[in-house]
T-cell receptor, first 116, second 108 residues
Framework: GAVVSQHPSWVICKSGTSVKIECRSL??????MFWYRQFPKQSLMLMAT?????????EQGVEKDKFLINHASLTLSTLTVTSAHPEDSSFYICSAKLWGLNSPLHFGNGTRLTVT | DAKTTQPNSMESNEEEPVHLPCNHS???????IHWYRQLPSQGPEYVIH???SNVNNRMASLAIAEDRKSSTLILHRATLRDAAVYYC?????????FGEGTQLTVNP
């Protein structure tokens, strides 16, 4: 089955620093990947759609200069949280789609970010 | 995006069937109905999806109403490992947006 690997699984950083999260599709090529954020006891919130070779599309209210997304290859997308603050502490989850409009999404296991 | 309505929570006993309902009355004619579940501290997991006909796979069955305004995810024999939040999502394009889902508790 399709596997999406996310790294790191957890990270603690100091306020003001930047953190990079990687999302890889291990056994398939993904032209489109998605980034979600989830606060405790809440549902997943779509942050952005990452397209290989082009700029990401951000959801309303998500700062593109703060959450930098790079999708340089068909198997790797990265999310960089720049100048992190404690309110950025959250569970970040990536997902990727097999080719085909109605293919299901496959999700990584998430990255728990804690900003101190 | 089509809106969905799911019960906040449901309970089941182990080895009994579970029927998880979802209303999606604003679904468009070409939207597929996807179901995902999320265990604590993990990313969501794909369960099943369908368009009009009922669908079965090794994890579950999906019953879709004839008017497509609702669907039901059926777990034939619940196990403790099925305790999770279940999300029903109409999908018309690439984007998947999650509602609040149903927290399923499975009692031993």
């Amino acid at each position: 089955g399709a596997v999406v690997s996310q790294h790191p699984s957890w990270v603690i950083c100091k306020s003001g620093t930047s953190v990079k999260i990687e999302c890889r599709s291990l056994d398939f090529q993904a032209t489109t990947m998605f980034w979600y954020r989830q606060f405790p006891k809440q549902s997943l919130m779509l942050m952005a759609t990452s397209n290989e070779g082009s700029k990401a599309t951000y959801e309303q209210g998500v700062e593109k200069d703060k959450f930098l997304i790079n999708h340089a290859s068909l198997t790797l997308s990265t999310l960089t949280v720049t100048s992190a603050h404690p309110e950025d502490s959250s569970f970040y989850i990536c997902s990727a789609k097999l080719w085909g409009l109605n293919s299901p999404l496959h999700f990584g296991n998430g990255t728990r970010l804690t900003v101190t | 995006d089509a809106k969905t309505t799911q019960p906040n929570s449901m309970e089941s006993n182990e080895e009994e069937p579970v029927h998880l309902p979802c209303n999606h009355s604003t679904i468009s004619g070409t939207d597929y109905i996807h179901w995902y579940r999320q265990l604590p501290s993990q990313g969501p997991e794909y369960v099943i999806h369908g368009l009009t006909s009922n669908v079965n796979n090794r994890m579950a069955s999906l019953a879709i109403a004839e008017d497509r305004k609702s669907s039901t995810l059926i777990l034939h024999r619940a196990t403790l490992r099925d305790a999770a939040v279940y999300y029903c999502i109409p999908v018309g394009g690439s984007r998947l947006t999650f509602g609040e889902g149903t927290q399923l508790t499975v009692n031993p």
